[in-house]
């Protein structure tokens, strides 16, 4: 058997009132995708972080190759061959590819002056050997997500790397976008590298890992071979109990229109979009990334005008100006960037989650505190949140975590009106079933219930109807019994039926 | 565990740092003149602090919502020339409303440009810093105002008088900031505050309304102004046009010391409180050991970049950063 390229041994970490990681071991051989997977919190980000150099461990051991090491940062992880990729890209938009790729590094002629031939050459290389379509000159602002996110990769192949680390490396990626990072993956693999690979999504650690370590509350679970295990036995591991994966299929009575959009749009974005929801209703809005759903739902929040069309809540015509007149109408907008629009990362939890009504939760000129902790006490235990206390600044949590913040945050405003805007994203297995039967609980409870969604699964599991968007128009609007897969992926493309209701 | 690593005994010291160094600077000055640490001096560093401490309470409200006002000096300026004036043209009882009035307008005007115009805070009250000087250079024509009857007025109260035994301009000092420091960590008001200087993107989409929240705590900063240049006139019954110059910079410097980061979202009353009494006790304590006075504009620039330096080493964990 060869050697690990990477091995970490008994590794420790606590934070203030967490031990986030509890003498976890964990090795990486060449060539092979190993996947790391836990629940939100479970220590994935902090044990990277750990062999990052971002994380000092406050015990055991890090071996690459047989050398021991200690990692004192970022760049010293670098240059001893690990790579990090991380979730949120750091590129730097107005530069080309080839500065981006080589800052800081640029080779020289005399005098200082780059040496632009040079540079072009070697980037043209790396960007042979991603096989991307774009040049070293092209402008990174230019590019889409997904080939940023190559550049970044890019940048990790001028060093001879033994080990790459992805971090969610998909949570924004489309279907076809992810098709190109896995034969990136695949690659690196045969060229010998170790990659350890971080996701919540199932169907992929299952299409490209070899073997899956986990880890719970901070502590290593085992290690299995990804051929020789099942979805259930791996989410039993991660969560300790079964997971009940069936549709829901509470049926209740429909009640009244609450929101109703007749012929809306709003310059390039999105044209001629009507729709209806009603109560005890959920919609599921399918579409590829940039399809206008986002857009749709930050005008009925009151933030975009739209150029043309009418809202109507619960019949009667209305125009949204803010953000704070359509809360005061009872719409609810879970946003799709948690840390940028969702949370302010320097406060609390509590705070966070009661900041839309801390105005009316005062006993008299006072916030009331007592309130607020009671709330925030509520959707902790409701959608299982993980955290030492209220007195936690978000930014501490862990990315599912504080999209859980976010959820909680306008469930407790009990809107009549509820959108979410990929609701899931960066959670795990359990708290995601757990959050779709909420939405159907909420539908059941009189909510009209609005879901955006770049998941098939989760639009088929939640929705009672589907609208598919392609490009700023509805392509078609299925019933869930309709449904097919086919047929939504056709819709979705721009390849079905035109004008279909 | 027992062993600190560097990383530890770093992130400690940047944490901490403010207050191991004021520890220091207090025994070092005690050690080199031990009156120093007498009551009737403390006393008196406190009476002096109060002034500069009214200023700090509302420009906390503002650092904290994320922006910057480094207009409050010559605003100062303008209260105490104006309210002396009035004095003796309408007498004191209409005066103090009249130049609260007058204050609240700029601080209003200046809410209005970085609110609702959404202008970058440093440019605007950079820009009224200077405007607003000309303004009391117009006002008085150049002239130092003076009240005529100096003994027959009660509006030296203000500045001169005191309520068992404790002069009025501490008690002032002390209800405000009981009062803002109530405000800002106990209202939805003050909640809205931390949120938009905490990310103001996330602010609205929770339904704030960031330009109505700037706009406030500016108006809360020119009322403090106003208050001090109340206790100013008092204290002096007489006052040169350039009274507050350079008090922006304390103002600040407090701030910061008291831990609110320039980045906004962070901060609060209590620890601006602190820091104003930090920066008394270190420029009383320059004197005593016999340093001139214009030693402590210096001194002041050298805290100023020692509290942001510490505040950024304590976010990144490390007093220097990793990448030069
Ligand atoms: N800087 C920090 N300060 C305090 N606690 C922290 C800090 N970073 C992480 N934690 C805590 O450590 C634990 C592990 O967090 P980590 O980010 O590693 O989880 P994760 O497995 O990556 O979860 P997710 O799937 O949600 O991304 C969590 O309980 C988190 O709250
Ligand atoms: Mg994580």
Redesign the interface.
Known sequence: MTDPVLHLDNIVKTFPGVRALDGVSFSVMPGEVHALMGENGAGKSTLMKVLGGIYQPDGGTIHVGKEQVTMAGPLEAKAKGIVFIHQELSLAEELSVAENIYLGELPRKSFGRVDWRKLTEQTNTILKKLNVGFDATTRVGDLSIANQQMVEIARALTVDAKAVIFDEPTASLTDAEKVVLFDVISDLQKEGVGIIYISHRMEEIFKITDRISILRDGQYQGTVNTSETSEEAVTQMMIGRKLDLSRMETHHELGDVALEVRGLSCGKLYQDISFEIRRGEVVGFYGLVGAGRTEIAETLFGLRDPSAGQILLDGEEVRITSPNDAIARGISLVPEDRKGQGLVLGMNCRDNMTLPQVQDLTSGPFVAEGAEVAIFDQYRDRLDIRTPGWKQLVGNLSGGNQQKIVIGKWLSMHPSVLIVDEPTRGIDVGSKSEIHKLLRELAAQGYAVMVISSEMPEVLHVADRIVAMYSGRIMRTFTSEEVTEDSLIQAISGLSGHEAA | ?ARL?K?QIGTVLAKQGILIAFAVFMVAFTLANPKFISVDNLFSVVRSSAILGVMALGVTFVVISGNLDLSVGSMMSFSTIVVLDLHDQIGPALAIPAMFAMTLCLGAFIGFLVGYLRLNSLIVTLGMLSAIHGLTLTYSGGQNMDIADKEGTWFSIFGQGSALSIPVPILIFVALAAFLG?VLA???FG??V??VG??S?????????RARTVFTCYLISAFCVATAGLIQASRSLGSQNTVGQGLELEVLAAVILGGASLLG??GTIFKTVIGVLILGFIQNGLLLIGLQFYVQFVVTWVIIILAVWLDIAAKRGKLLS??A
């Open positions: 565990m690593t990383q109530i106990k209202t939805p909640r809205k931390y949120a905490g990310n993107t996330a602010a609205t989409f929770s339904g704030i309304r979202g962070s990793s990448i």
